[in-house]
T-cell receptor, first 115, second 107 residues
Framework: KAGVTQTPRYLIKTRGQQVTLSCSPISGHRSVSWYQQTPGQGLQFLFEYFSETQRNKGNFPGRFSGRQFSNSRSEMNVSTLELGDSALYLC??????????????FGEGSWLTVV | SQQGEEDPQALSIQEGENATMNCSYKTSINNLQWYRQNSGRGLVHLILIRSNEREKHSGRLRVTLDTSKKSSSLLITASRAADTASYFCASGDKVIFGPGTSLSVIP
């Protein structure tokens, strides 16, 4: 079956703009998590959605937001982009969440460059 | 702060040697997972060990878990150049990842 799909794979934005990243989880998976990966900070947890509700949230400013649709697809949005938002954004899905012992599957990520 | 911390941060070995990476975590866990990431790619799940398990094997991988010490180790036996990657452990309600161990296997 198809894996986790993230779009777009690469994008360049200007400071102050906003961006929306999309994630289609594996069919049947209801938990979707988002991570930011940078060389300096490593993998940072952004948030997790389960059945359209945000279940967990990391320590990111309110400029970072997300949502999940009834078909489990998820989007994350970053408003008022800053240079420091340049990163690889990874989406991951699982049946009910990694903390419940489910294997988490990752997409290939969306590379965001802010100039 | 991060839930997991891998050690060492970088490891370089010859092909055929064994590689051992360690992970320490802070709070109680239900399970701990290990992942591999090739440069610039997504993470690939390697193995999950539950809190009531002490050791688990998968092919050339062996994972141990010591809940009393809040630590886990990943052993890759008979390493290959294709094992060159970053390895992460993850645990906790939010599935927090450590900074990873960068493994280089020299042919």
């Amino acid at each position: 079956k198809a894996g986790v799909t993230q779009t777009p794979r690469y994008l360049i934005k200007t400071r102050g703009q906003q961006v929306t990243l999309s994630c289609s989880p594996i069919s049947g998976h209801r938990s979707v998590s988002w991570y930011q990966q940078t060389p300096g900070q490593g993998l940072q947890f952004l948030f997790e959605y389960f059945s359209e509700t945000q279940r967990n949230k990391g320590n990111f400013p309110g400029r970072f937001s997300g949502r999940q649709f009834s078909n489990s697809r998820s989007e994350m949005n970053v408003s008022t982009l800053e240079l420091g938002d340049s990163a690889l954004y990874l989406c991951a899905s699982s049946l009910a969440g990694g903390s419940y012992g489910n294997t988490i599957y990752f997409g290939e990520g969306s590379w965001l460059t802010v100039v | 702060s991060q839930q997991g911390e891998e050690d060492p941060q970088a490891l370089s070995i010859q092909e055929g040697e064994n590689a051992t990476m360690n992970c320490s975590y802070k709070t109680s866990i239900n399970n701990l997972q290990w992942y591999r990431q090739n440069s610039g790619r997504g993470l690939v799940h390697l193995i999950l060990i539950r809190s009531n398990e002490r050791e688990k094997h998968s092919g050339r991988l062996r994972v141990t878990l010591d809940t009393s010490k809040k630590s886990s180790s990943l052993l890759i036996t008979a390493s290959r150049a294709a094992d060159t990657a970053s390895y992460f452990c993850a645990s906790g309600d939010k599935v927090i990842f450590g900074p990873g161990t960068s493994l280089s296997v020299i042919p």
